[in-house]
């Protein structure tokens, strides 16, 4: 099915940055919300978007008109009626994305695609919603959507594969990198990336490292940016919509650490509300009492364990990504290609699951099982782990562990 014009409905950052990514291919697109206002914010950050590469050289203003007039701005479904493909970009909210998917069901063509860049939400619930479950996908990109190249392509129960095959080759065609990934409660990146975020956060709650730290540690490991400069960029409000799904999907492994509600009862949700982890704006640099102060409380009843290490806040997410080969979540293969396109994983190290073989298996398990002693059952090893370490599949030093290596 070849896609000749798509809808995105929510006018936000990334709805915006999506129907950007698209016009930027050539397609027409139209970019719904629910008043003027919200559009006209929409399309403001697409002409910036536009605007930034005519200011390196990378296209001429009359290039930009090009572009732009491809993009509609709407505040009803009527220009969704020849659409091919529907994505839906509002806030996580599970009863807003389902009247959604039912008026889309309603506004679209029957043959439509209807899409949804959900981080973590039930595709095939939204399936339900609608008529054509067979039609419905998603395509979650990753922020800010017109750079980062990845997008999880995730069927639902009832998605077809012939769906599944052209979502994966409407991604490609925005020049995208599209991984597969079976449908699990916060899908795969996500599901990897919040383990390492909260135990980031269980080391600064015990008095192991500061915030700062913490951050420089991780950009030495070979990070863009450290677990508490990505929180304050993504907004607490929208980890804490993702940690509730995974939380009640998963139970105590990823309950989070108090720090995170404390702060956010200070009404810090990162860059955007002027403090987060750190100050923004006019404080920025000044003393932080009162994250001080929310420490000092917090650390009083903490009972920290040794000393800070890289691998406190790694093992974690190899531990969850073994979880997800176990559930044929996805392949070793796009579990290191989603960790480096969609979190800057080292690519020297060649994602996590590669550099779980380079440590060797059997020190990921001991380590594991240490802190677990220590910490609790967070930390408590996967069964596949276990199973590859009794197989001596111990990693490249034997040649052989999630992958095979020839020297």
Not at 62 to 71: P, T
Not at 185 to 204: D, K, Q, S, T
Request: glycine share 8%; net charge negative; charged share 25%.
């Amino acid at each position: 099915m070849y896609i000749y014009k798509a809808g995105v409905v929510g006018a936000g950052a990334m709805g915006a940055e999506i129907a950007q990514t698209i016009s930027f291919s050539g397609l027409p697109v139209v970019l719904k919300d629910v008043d003027q206002a919200r559009v006209d914010n929409g399309l403001e950050t697409i002409r910036k978007i536009y605007r930034r590469r005519v200011d390196r050289g990378k296209m001429t203003a009359e290039e930009l008109e090009q572009k732009m007039a491809l993009v509609t701005g709407s505040t009803t479904y009527e220009p969704f009626r020849d659409v091919d493909l529907a994505i839906e970009a509002v806030p996580e909210q599970m009863p807003l994305k389902l009247r959604i998917f039912s008026d889309l069901d309603q506004a679209t063509p029957e043959g439509a695609i209807l899409a949804s860049n959900t981080s973590s939400l039930s595709i095939s619930a939204l399936g339900a919603q609608t008529k054509r479950p067979h039609k419905v996908v998603g395509l979650h990109f990753f922020y800010p959507a017109h750079i980062m190249k990845l997008v999880e392509v995730i069927p639902g129960l009832e998605t077809s594969e012939e769906t599944t095959g052209d979502a994966t080759m409407f991604a490609e065609s925005l020049r995208k990198l599209p991984i597969r990934v079976n449908e699990c409660p916060g899908f795969l990146v996500n599901r990897i990336l919040m383990p390492y975020l909260n135990e980031a956060a269980f080391c600064v709650q015990e008095g192991l490292a500061t915030p700062k730290q913490i951050d420089e540690a991780i950009t030495a490991f070979g990070l863009p940016m450290g677990p508490f400069i990505l929180v304050d960029s993504l907004g607490f409000d929208v980890c804490r919509d993702v940690v509730n799904v995974l939380t009640d999907a998963y139970g105590d492994r990823m309950q989070p650490a108090a720090l995170w509600e404390r702060i956010a009862a200070k009404g810090r949700f990162g860059a955007k509300s002027g403090a987060g982890f750190y100050l923004y704006g006019d404080r920025a640099g000044q003393e932080d009492t009162e994250l001080q102060e929310i420490l000092r409380e917090l650390r009083g009843s903490a009972k920290p364990h040794g000393a800070f290490s890289v691998n406190r806040v790694i093992l974690p997410m190899i531990n969850e990504a073994i979880r997800c080969l176990e559930e044929q979540v996805c392949t070793a293969a796009d579990v290191d290609l989603a960790v480096i396109a969609g979190l800057g994983f080292p690519p020297s190290k060649e994602g996590l699951l590669h550099y779980a073989d380079e440590l060797g298996l059997d020190v990921v398990l001991q380590e594991l099982t240490q802190f677990s002693q220590a910490l609790g059952s967070r930390f408590w090893p996967s069964p596949l782990l276990k199973r590859k370490v009794a197989a001596k599949h111990l990693g490249k030093k034997v040649k052989r562990g999630f992958f095979e290596y020839t020297s």
